[in-house]
């Protein structure tokens, strides 16, 4: 790590190298205000509007992730509503789907049954405040959760890539706006000090109310850990990523995810699972000209238990990972605790705005040249298709950037999915906070008392839409695990925008 940071000439040797790249050049990476951060709109709002990248993907022989897509619309209000969903695809005309959702209720709407378009994004639009949308996103491979966007922005970054042999990476970039928009793509990987671009992603044309596909791995080298970012130079746009492992190494996953528009001195991850079976690891991006100095704290029901300090360069990024204790060495970027279920907390000390991601797996771990026991790999037939995942094994794959800040008022959307969800509340204070947890259709309430910097989980039942309010800001999440089967989901929760704010 100190090598990359104090001898410069080592950036232009890594682009000798590969005369598939050439250098960016950027400006310094701006905090962007709270309206880069989703969120479900006050009364003071009149509509409410949503942008899904990915609602439907189907596999084709150059480039795409098949992904079948569960549309979920939250009510927060107490009246119901009738919310409009628009289909988009480049190959075909837009369709218009309408849904009732009852107040104070979720409902869903299978996109395979309108469309059949190889890509297709959603608009969601409803009269009142008060409405939320994300999906539920399935795959051979496993399934995962996923919030949509009540933003566009003009740049947004991934954190989590991963370009090799058994990987696809893919970005879906959705322009809703009725302009056309040119974006242009920028990457850094763990191999490499600072940030390149193909020639080829410069420039990129996204035609109005329409989406298109980028696969990182006809671009870029192959890399186990790859950070992304899209700049729209001209109008805004929504992005997704999405991420799968084919188990032709071993690890089996699938996950869709929300990439960030925000960057930030400080990001907190509420849930994580660290066992037999599961990894973890914090990969942190630096999108400015500074070397960013960079703390990755575990935080458990008692506040914080553990730390490191590791330091990532101008346009670079850096993974940590978090391993038992037991495992303990003296080790560059890893961070060891003796907890199975616990928080992070990722901050800088110079000031240096940050993007931050947790990347949590499943099953078994094997990779490229660290390949699992033949018993565990799934082998590829005839027709190019892999094999079907053993009856009863778990695997999954789950990738999300967190929050860079808490709030007093959450909103959580639980899918209906076999087994119990936990769900995790992170205090992102110095003093102890209370927070209330209201599952929507029920008459309960739950308490919840949390020390300063600690992160509490709770199971919960699943199909449940949740509202957590508190007397201080904190952050809200859950995570599940298909019990059995392929399917591990980060379930991120959206902010709440009251009035006053």
């Not at 995810?257 to 400080?266: D, F, M, P, V």
Request: some cysteine; charged content about 20%; hydrophobic content about 40%.
């Amino acid at each position: 790590m100190l090598a990359r940071l104090v001898l410069p000439g080592l950036i232009v040797v890594g682009f000798l190298i590969d005369d598939q790249t050439q250098p960016v050049s950027d400006d310094r990476a701006e905090t962007l205000g709270l309206d880069t951060e989703s969120s479900v709109s006050g009364s003071e709002s009149l509509t409410s509007t949503w942008y899904c990248p990915t609602a439907h993907s189907r596999e084709l022989e150059v480039v795409g992730v098949d992904a079948r897509t569960e549309l979920i619309v939250t009510n927060t209000a107490a009246e119901p509503t009738r919310v409009t969903i628009y289909l988009m695809s480049p190959t075909s005309a837009r369709r218009l789907v309408h849904l009732e959702v009852p107040g104070l209720s979720s409902r869903s709407l299978e996109v395979s049954d309108h469309t059949a378009d190889e890509l297709v994004s959603a608009l969601v639009e409803a009269p009142i405040s008060g409405v939320a949308a994300s999906r539920r996103i399935h795959s051979v491979f496993g399934s995962d959760v996923v919030s949509c966007s009540s933003v566009v922005a003009k740049a947004w970054y991934v954190t989590s890539g991963d370009t090799q042999a058994d990987a696809m990476s893919q970005l879906v970039i959705y322009n809703p706006l009725p302009t056309d928009a040119v974006v242009d793509l920028s990457f850094a990987s763990e191999a490499e000090a600072g940030s390149y671009t193909p020639p080829e992603l410069v420039g990129l044309v996204v035609p109005a109310t329409n989406t298109i596909s980028v696969d990182l791995g006809a671009h870029v080298r192959r890399r186990d850990v790859l950070s992304a970012t899209v700049k729209a130079r001209l109008g805004s746009v929504v992005v997704d990523h999405i991420q799968t492992f084919d188990g032709s190494s071993g690890r089996v996953g699938f996950s869709a995810a929300l990439a960030t528009a925000t960057t930030s001195q400080s990001w907190y991850h509420p849930a994580a699972l660290l066992g037999e079976k599961e990894g973890v690891s914090v990969v942190v991006t630096n999108p400015t000209d500074l070397v960013a100095d960079v703390e990755v704290t575990v935080v458990s029901a008692e506040g914080k238990v553990g730390s490191m300090i590791t330091s990532v360069g101008p346009y670079d990024v850096t993974e940590v990972q978090v391993l038992p204790k037991e495992d303990e060495k003296l080790v560059a970027n890893r961070l060891f605790t003796s907890y199975e279920s616990f928080g992070v907390i990722v901050e800088t000390s110079d000031g240096v705005p940050i993007v931050s991601g947790l990347q949590i797996t499943s099953g078994p771990k094997g990779s490229p040249g660290k390949e699992s026991p033949k018993q565990e790999l799934l082998r590829v037939n005839d027709e190019g298709e892999a094999a079907p995942l053993p009856v009863g094994r778990e695997s999954g794959l789950s990738l999300t950037a967190g929050a860079p800040s808490g709030a007093r008022d959450w909103l959580l959307v639980l899918p209906d999915v076999p087994g119990e969800i936990l769900v995790a509340i992170e205090n992102t204070g110095s003093s102890s906070v209370t927070a209330s947890v209201i599952r929507y259709g029920k008459r309960q309430r739950y308490e919840v008392k949390l020390a300063a910097f600690a992160t509490k989980h709770l199971p919960m039942a699943s199909g449940s839409t949740i509202e957590v309010n508190s007397d201080s800001e904190v952050v809200v999440s859950a995570i599940h695990q298909e019990p059995k089967g392929a399917g591990l989901s980060s379930i991120s929760a959206i902010k709440f925008v009251r009035d006053s704010e």
